[in-house]
């Protein structure tokens, strides 16, 4: 089955700063591979997804790329504002799959220092 | 748009007392939806996948005479934790999909279960 590796587990910057997470994930017919933001106490907030016939998409201060050849995608957030330290959860899934199950990576606790 | 809520936010219960979470989509429809698990610090767990007007489809590990997931209708699934223990105690957390549209799926709030 598929498997979501997520890098690195804590990230902390300062301020204004990029903040990069990687995940990289096994199964080659994934196709769907959204990321999320879970504030403490909080359920997940879907804040940007990307599908397997793009290479990058652009929501204002956050990007996903991805390369399907390394099995490999990234969240770039610039521009870092206290505002954006949460956890953040990558996932993997068939898009058309009976289920549509999504695969998380473990999270990477972001925190941005004023 | 796509807001899914949960009801209780919280819930304290008695050891081998059930209790009911509900979860709603409240402006789509959701024929498909799923419930997670997370402990403290770690990923979301997928319990099991609730489908509207069948039985649901639970992940291996998962008890589902303990763990009942009813699915009545387009907008709400409700999950029960039955005859409840201490290491039941956990935030639980729904999601659901638009019925006919991606695999995106949206989130609500959680719950955070304390059994004594």
């Known amino acids: 089955g598929e498997n979501v590796e997520q890098h690195p587990s804590t990230l902390s910057v300062q301020e204004g700063d990029s903040a990069v997470i990687k995940c990289t994930y096994s199964?080659?017919?994934?196709?769907?591979f959204p990321w999320y933001k879970q504030e403490l106490g909080k359920g997940p907030q879907l804040i940007i997804d990307i599908r397997s016939n793009v290479g990058e998409k652009k929501d204002q201060r956050i990007a996903v790329t991805l390369n399907k050849t390394a099995k490999h995608f990234s969240l770039h957030i610039t521009e870092t504002q206290p505002e954006d330290s949460a956890v953040y959860f990558c996932a993997a899934s068939r898009y058309g799959g009976s289920q549509g199950n999504l695969i998380f990576g473990k999270g990477t606790k972001l925190s941005v220092k004023p | 748009g796509a807001v899914v809520s949960q009801h209780p936010s919280r819930v304290i219960c008695k050891s081998g007392t059930s209790v009911k979470i509900e979860c709603r989509s409240l402006?789509?429809?959701?024929?498909?939806m799923f419930w997670y698990r997370q402990f403290p610090k770690k990923s979301l767990m997928l319990m099991a996948t609730?489908?509207?007007?069948?039985?649901?489809?639970?992940e291996q590990g998962v008890e589902k005479d303990k763990f009942l997931i009813n699915h009545a209708s387009l907008t709400l699934s409700t999950l029960t934790v039955t005859s409840a223990h201490p290491e039941d105690s956990s935030f639980y957390i729904c999601?659901?999909?638009?019925?006919?549209?991606?695999?995106?799926?949206?989130f609500g709030p959680g719950t955070r279960l304390t059994v004594l």
């Open positions: 609730s489908n509207e007007g069948s039985k649901a489809t639970y």
């Open positions: 999601s659901a999909r638009v019925t006919g549209g991606t695999d995106t799926q949206y």
């Open positions: 402006d789509f429809q959701a024929t498909t």
């Open positions: 199964d080659s017919a994934s196709n769907y």
